[in-house]
């Protein structure tokens, strides 16, 4: 993927091209996992039952080409829904530039290295279960406070 020297640092959001935007997600998989949303306080609260295509060792989606016919829950990241993007975890790439804040020293931009992420903890590696065997009605049993 071709991208700018230190882009995340030097480039507004909205001049990125599109393999940069892309290149931002660290690969957590934490946006991958079902959620519920109090209908008053609008609070939302993550549960570790991952989307039926999260591959939960790679914690990567196995048809991101086609995530949208695939998946119709299938949120896409775009610029025009920042402000929309506190819900995504507190170390989301995208929600950190959303807030003028910088990338931290383990994305894998900053360390070069994809797997810290995984090593630190981070991410929803071995943490989930697939959403092919959980009822929406029984999501709130599966409720996790490691995502914030
Ligand atoms: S939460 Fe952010 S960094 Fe993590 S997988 Fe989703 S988009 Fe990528
Ligand atoms: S379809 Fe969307 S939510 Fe599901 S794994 Fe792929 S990117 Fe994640």
């Given at each position: 993927m071709r991208v700018r020297e230190k882009f995340w640092e030097t480039i507004p959001l909205r001049q990125l091209t599109p393999q940069e935007w892309e290149a931002?997600?660290?690969?957590?998989?934490?946006?991958c996992l079902h959620k519920l949303e109090d209908s008053d306080s609008g609070e939302v609260f993550y549960t570790r039952v991952a989307c039926?295509?999260?591959?939960?060792?790679?914690?990567?989606?196995?048809d991101y080409s086609q995530r949208q016919r695939r998946v119709t829950a299938c949120v896409v990241l775009r610029l025009e829904d920042i402000a929309d993007f506190d819900y995504l975890p507190a170390t989301c790439a995208y929600r950190l530039l959303a807030r003028g804040q910088g990338l931290p020293d383990w994305h894998y931009l900053v360390s070069d290295d994809a797997e810290q992420v995984h090593a630190l903890g981070l991410s929803v590696r071995g943490r989930t279960l697939s959403?092919?065997?959980?009822?929406p009605d029984g999501l709130d049993e599966h409720i996790i406070h490691w995502v914030e």
């Open positions: 931002l997600c660290d690969g957590c998989g934490k946006c039926r295509l999260l591959d939960p060792d790679s914690c990567r989606c196995t959403g092919e065997f959980v009822h």
